[in-house]
């Protein structure tokens, strides 16, 4: 404790730096209640106050949530892009079966058009060479040749035209049964590529899927 000098009234007052036992104890109990006040944000070493961290928390929420609305815009976008493209896809795969049915279809339609047209050139061509026989044939008379015997002749040069007729039929329908096989490998080729193309659309939407729930 330190005295002061004497003041204007003659009397020796008390230095600043003293203080009565009261004053102490209200001081102390002043500084316990400030201490208490700042909490987590006062320095025991120091007695510094840290910043208050609402409004910073406060403007990093706002912005979390902005994000959050965006991403959530973002994969809204993507599931209706998923949809548009499976809807799309469906759509192919129906066509694409739709087309496999019409083409195994107009195939044995062609096969059979095909041989009855070959059938009818060869059948006309047949009789174009029998009336022209039957014409040579009365030519031939004056040959001295009898109207039986080329008749004879006509009727076996037939047979071998009939007999080849049929060995041709009989090519003509292999050739079309290579085709129609032809056409189910096509077919079959159409499909792993379906089958394919479908893998492909499933990875694509699990990988949009995976990508919209990170």
């Given at each position: 404790m330190s005295w002061s000098t004497p003041n204007s009234s003659d009397r020796w007052g008390i230095d600043d730096s003293y203080s009565s036992p009261h004053h102490q104890a209200s001081g102390a109990e002043s500084r316990k209640n400030d201490w208490?006040?700042?909490g987590d944000f006062t320095s025991s070493h120091h007695n510094y106050r840290f910043p208050d961290p609402t409004s910073a928390i406060t403007?990093?929420?706002?912005?979390?949530?902005?994000?959050?609305?965006?991403?959530?815009?973002?994969?809204?976008?993507?599931?209706?892009?998923?949809?548009?493209?499976?809807?799309?896809?469906?759509?192919?795969?129906?066509?694409?079966?739709?087309?496999?049915?019409?083409?195994?279809?107009?195939?044995?339609?062609?096969?059979?058009?095909?041989g009855a047209h070959d059938t009818l050139v060869e059948e006309i061509q047949s009789q174009n060479n029998y009336l022209e026989a039957i014409r040579g044939a009365k030519s031939l008379q004056q040959e001295q040749q009898t109207w039986e015997q080329?008749?004879?002749?006509?009727?076996?040069?037939?047979?071998?035209?009939?007999?080849?007729?049929?060995?041709?039929?009989?090519?003509n329908l292999n050739h079309y049964?290579?085709?129609?096989?032809?056409?189910?490998?096509?077919?079959?080729?159409?499909?792993?590529?379906?089958?394919?193309?479908?893998?492909?659309?499933?990875?694509?939407?699990?990988?949009?899927?995976?990508?919209?729930?990170?």
């Open positions: 208490e006040d700042q403007e990093k929420l706002t912005t979390n949530k902005t994000e959050l609305l965006n991403l959530k815009k973002e994969i809204q976008t993507k599931e209706e892009a998923i949809r548009i493209d499976k809807r799309a896809f469906e759509h192919a795969k129906s066509e694409l079966n739709n087309a496999e049915a019409q083409l195994v279809k107009e195939t044995a339609s062609l096969v059979a058009t095909k080329c008749l004879i002749k006509e009727n076996r040069k037939l047979r071998e035209e009939v007999k080849s007729l049929r060995k041709l039929l009989e090519d049964n290579l085709e129609v096989v032809i056409v189910k490998k096509d077919i079959g080729v159409l499909k792993f590529e379906h089958q394919r193309r479908e893998l492909f659309w499933e990875n694509q939407n699990r990988n949009k899927d995976l990508e919209a729930k990170e």
